[in-house]
């Protein structure tokens, strides 16, 4: 929920699923997304890049 207060772009993203879906399946899918985001960061030992996670690209370089 920081992350969506403190970030326009994170807040403009959920506003963005929130026309596909209703708020709370929004929020869910932004967790389950941050989730997965953690995971890779973790296990590639990268810093939180927030222009790819918010383009949802998977691409490393």
């Known amino acids: 929920m920081l992350?969506?207060?403190?970030?326009?772009?994170?807040?403009?993203y959920v506003e963005k699923l929130r026309r596909r879906m209703n708020k709370p399946k929004a929020l869910s899918a932004l967790a389950h997304k941050m989730g997965r985001a953690v995971y890779f960061m973790l296990k590639d030992k990268r810093v939180f890049d927030e222009q790819q996670f918010l383009r949802g690209s998977h691409a490393t370089g």
């Open 3 to 12: 992350f969506i207060r403190y970030i326009d772009k994170a807040k403009r």
